[in-house]
């Protein structure tokens, strides 16, 4: 099920806001976990906007497991996944950008089922095209790169070995 283009506009241009920069990232993780979380793995709530997954990555400096509810734009018909480090648009990287860079092995929840992947940070030119597809994909990126000093990181996520 997705939303009416209507309502997703109308999301992009809330989400584009600093209040929701300031807000967002204390409620859109929790609620996507607690849905997830019911459905057995099935429904994350962002996911009426755009894709998204559950990423299972290894804490950089705990070790531990630590799951996160993103966004993702799919590539080659759902055989890679694009990361944009957003942080919705606020100054500092999201730990789970450091814990890939820490251990680039990791899993997502993709629609019901647990995929083992590898993470490249990208670069260069690929970075750069990368970037435009995150854009063309949700708009408000854009804006949450104007408002920072940093350049935003995107990860391509590709199935490990073995890994369907």
């Given amino acids: 099920m997705r939303l009416p283009r209507s309502a997703v506009r109308a999301v992009q241009k809330v989400s584009a806001?600093?209040?929701f920069a300031r807000t967002a990232p204390h409620?859109?993780?929790a609620l996507d976990r607690a849905v997830h979380r019911l459905t057995r793995?099935?429904?994350l709530l962002s996911a009426l906007m755009l894709p998204g997954v559950v990423l299972t990555s290894t804490g950089a400096r705990s070790g531990l497991p630590r799951r996160t509810p993103l966004?993702?734009?799919p590539e080659a018909q759902g055989r890679s996944w694009l990361l944009v480090g957003s942080n919705f648009g606020r100054p500092g990287h999201p730990a789970w950008t450091h814990n890939l860079l820490a251990h680039p092995d990791a899993e997502i929840d993709v629609k019901g089922r647990t995929v083992p992947v590898t993470a490249a940070l990208l670069a260069g030119e690929e970075r750069e095209a990368a970037w435009r597809a995150a854009v063309a994909h949700?708009?408000?990126y854009a804006a949450y790169q104007a408002r920072v000093d940093r350049r935003i990181r995107i990860f391509?996520?590709?199935p490990r070995a073995g890994a369907r």
């Fill in 17 to 19: 806001t600093r209040g």
């Fill in 27 to 29: 409620v859109v993780p």
């Fill in 41 to 43: 793995g099935k429904v």
């Fill in 71 to 73: 966004a993702c734009v």
């Fill in 138 to 140: 949700w708009p408000p």
């Fill in 156 to 158: 391509r996520l590709t």
